[in-house]
């Protein structure tokens, strides 16, 4: 069975979890495109009862591939919750179905989760937080990494000092930073210097997050943090080039630097893999808009707005250049007789069988 591994003088690049964002689809197209490291799963949840395996499969379909993507990269499961029994029982379950390794969040910023003891609201309490990473690392196998999630504190920046040492205490393989408070949401600016401070103090490696839009951003980020190790969430999605430039920056494994980017084809193999997931174009289509909000965080291309109108995916890929070209090789699971409402920027809400039965408002990043 393959592990996770993030040692120091080995750089790496991790696709961050976001949830409704960075689902299978999109961990299956960006890995297969090449630079990441290794995926992160969206968070699951643990509240009341403890899930077997059956819920794993269905939280991560690369559970039946050696939870790798189709293009062999590894998926690390997030776990989010509040309760240190239930968080290492559902670890130790998870290891059992082949789980390469476990990363608990303590950064998420939804008021929803944080009212229900988890994510962000475990900042305020750095024993639990020690707590919770030593009851997963003694429950799952020795080989396995446990790693953490943090932001740099709820409202101030000091707490990630005290919290960094209770998650390195509780037996964590590495920790990642996001560079923001809880109450700073994704506001920028991020806060490089005090994860330096941390990585310089603990004897663990640490990942550097948040505002890497460039390679201008991960040289500055490299040199105010010392890390060599860096998740990129958003920005990997408005450029899906970005992580090319840095991976060559670091020496790792790229494909040949692109002249521009090719967003037609992106779309098109998107598509291809959210069809492995749902049997409704809606479902790629409401995923597909979703990703526009963050690519028009950084680009202003004259067919965003278009395609935020198009009501099926023929017509999506019409209004793009080349679109047509691409339509023409799209999966053919059409369903025109389902139309859809006109709601902007909604995703689909996809049950164990993997079809889509609603639709909800998306939790963005």
Known sequence: MATLELKAGRPALVLAPMEGVTDAPMRALMSERGGFSFCVTEFFRVSQDVPYGRAFRV????????WKTPSGSLVQLQLLGGDADKLAETALRACRVGAPGIDLNFGCPAPTVNKHDGGATLLKYPERIREIVGAVRRAVPKDIPVSAKLRLGWDTIEPIHRNAEMAAEGGASWIT?????????????????????????????????????????????????????????????ADPTLVHTLARELGLPSPAPATETDWTSIFARFVYFCSLQSDSQYYALCRMKLWLRMVGHRHAYAWLDPLKRALSLEEFFARLPGGSVAAASLPKWFEPENPLDGTPNVRMRVNARRRVVGAVQPNVL
């Open 177 to 237: 930073i996001h560079g923001r408070t809880k109450t700073q949401g994704y506001m920028p600016p991020a806060y490089w210097g005090p994860i330096g401070e941390v990585r310089r103090r603990l004897g663990i490696p640490v990942v550097a997050n948040g505002e890497i839009w460039t390679l201008d951003d991960m040289r500055r980020c490299r040199d105010e943090t010392g890390s060599e190790h860096f998740m990129l969430g958003r920005s990997a999605l």
């Open 59 to 66: 939280h991560a379909p690369e559970v039946r591939d050696g």
